[in-house]
T-cell receptor, first 111, second 114 residues
Framework: GENVEQHPSTLSVQEGDSAVIKCTYS??????FPWYKQELGKRPQLIID?????GEKKDQRIAVTLNKTAKHFSLHITETQPEDSAVYFC??????????FGAGTRLFVKA | EAQVTQNPRYLITVTGKKLTVTCSQN?????MSWYRQDPGLGLRQIYY???????DKGDVPEGYKVSRKEKRNFPLILESPSPNQTSLYFC?????????????FGPGTRLTVT
């Protein structure tokens, strides 16, 4: 079955710096790659997603890149702010209805 | 307001006492799913449903049951809970077609089995 690995598990950056989180997957049939943000004590919420026919997508300070050949995708956050501090999860839809999540990255943005 | 609701939000129970966690959505979504969240393991899918009367196993279905008799409701049933089912549970829903497969999550149910 599909396996999703997410790195790093913890990331600490200075306010204003960039943060990059990477995920790799194993099933080449996977076709949808969302990123969710979960603040402490709250539910996960989608922040950006990308389909397998697109290589990059950007939404203000957040971008996602996808390399289908290498089976990895990354979340890029520029000009980080303290409110970006949260746990970020990548996920993969396996072409059907299953969704596999990465283990999460706890991001700390120091003011 | 478009939302996914879960009840109860918190539950402490004892081993073997059957329980049900309800999930309801008002967005007319075809797809609904249950996840459990444990530290260091992310969210793991328990069961999902593509539409009424259509359900399938996720990655960790052992010890759980689901049913989908109505489009808006997708209850999670623990027939004989055990301590290893202590976890934070999330229900989620989305459309099964269209440009985005964004999942909308409920507020979570924190379950403790002693």
């Amino acid at each position: 079955g599909e396996n999703v690995e997410q790195h790093p598990s913890t990331l600490s950056v200075q306010e204003g710096d960039s943060a990059v989180i990477k995920c790799t997957y194993s099933d080449s049939a996977s076709n949808y790659f969302p990123w969710y943000k979960q603040e402490l004590g709250k539910r996960p919420q989608l922040i950006i997603d990308i389909r397998s026919n697109v290589g990059e997508k950007k939404d203000q300070r957040i971008a996602v890149t996808l390399n289908k050949t290498a089976k990895h995708f990354s979340l890029h956050i520029t000009e980080t702010q303290p409110e970006d501090s949260a746990v970020y999860f990548c996920a993969v839809n396996t072409g059907g209805f299953k969704t596999i999540f990465g283990a999460g990255t706890r991001l700390f943005v120091k003011a | 307001e478009a939302q996914v609701t879960q009840n109860p939000r918190y539950l402490i129970t004892v081993t073997g006492k059957k329980l049900t966690v309800t999930c309801s959505q008002n967005m007319n979504h075809e797809y609904m799913s249950w996840y459990r969240q444990d530290p260091g393991l992310g969210l793991r899918q328990i069961y999902y449903s593509m539409n009424v009367e259509v359900t399938d196993k996720g990655d960790v279905p052992e010890g759980y049951k689901v049913s989908r008799k109505e489009k808006r409701n997708f209850p999670l049933i623990l027939e004989s809970p055990s301590p290893n089912q202590t976890s934070l549970y999330f229900c989620a829903s989305r459309h099964d077609r269209g440009f985005s497969y964004e999942q909308y999550f409920g507020p979570g149910t924190r379950l403790t089995v002693t």
